[in-house]
């Protein structure tokens, strides 16, 4: 039962990353990323394990799962480039709430500046976004309100005028 476990859960997590880095789908917290990551990644070392039959015991898994824990932080630290943080939402669909035109930004974490970028935004689930690129010049009016709320979720000081 627990081996049956251990192959859904990285068929499950594989997935949330390969749909991540391949398709519109955007995971919005890099802390559930990480845990996705490094659960996809434990399950696939543990599947190998029992396969050459290592792992047998608590303290091995143990070593192990720490070890993994260290690669896949190192990983993420090395490859993360920020999450991206929505500044104004420009538009809301008048039909769902839940799908916006945001632009946002993100740190780059290694050199100087922001990246900017202007979504449709589907809010799916938390933590869990569709998002793809729009140009706002082609707005259709009779699905869109425009709102302009300004968020700073990038912390900004309020400029003074």
């Excluded at 143990?62 to 824990?69: D, G, N, P, S």
């Excluded at 946002?104 to 922001?114: L, P």
Aim: positive net charge; glycine residues 4%.
């Amino acid at each position: 039962m627990k081996t049956i476990a251990i192959y859904i859960l990285f068929l499950i997590t594989t997935a949330l990353i390969l749909l991540n880095r391949y398709t519109a789908l955007y995971i919005n917290n890099s802390i559930v990323h990480f845990i996705i990551l490094y659960t996809a990644v434990l399950t696939f070392v543990f599947i190998i394990g029992s396969f050459w039959g290592k792992l047998k015991n608590s303290k091995s898994r143990f070593i192990t799962a720490f070890i993994v824990a260290i690669l896949c932080f190192i990983n993420s630290f090395l490859t993360w480039g920020g999450d991206w943080k929505t500044q104004n939402v420009l538009y809301q669909n008048i039909k769902n709430p839940d799908k916006t035109i945001e632009f946002q930004m993100r740190g780059d974490r290694f050199s100087f500046g922001y990246k900017k970028r202007i979504v449709n935004r589907l809010k799916l689930f938390p933590a869990f976004d569709w998002t793809t690129d729009i140009d706002t010049a082609e707005i259709n009016s009779k699905e869109w309100k425009k709102i302009n709320k300004y968020l700073n979720e990038m912390e900004f000081p309020e400029q003074q005028q």
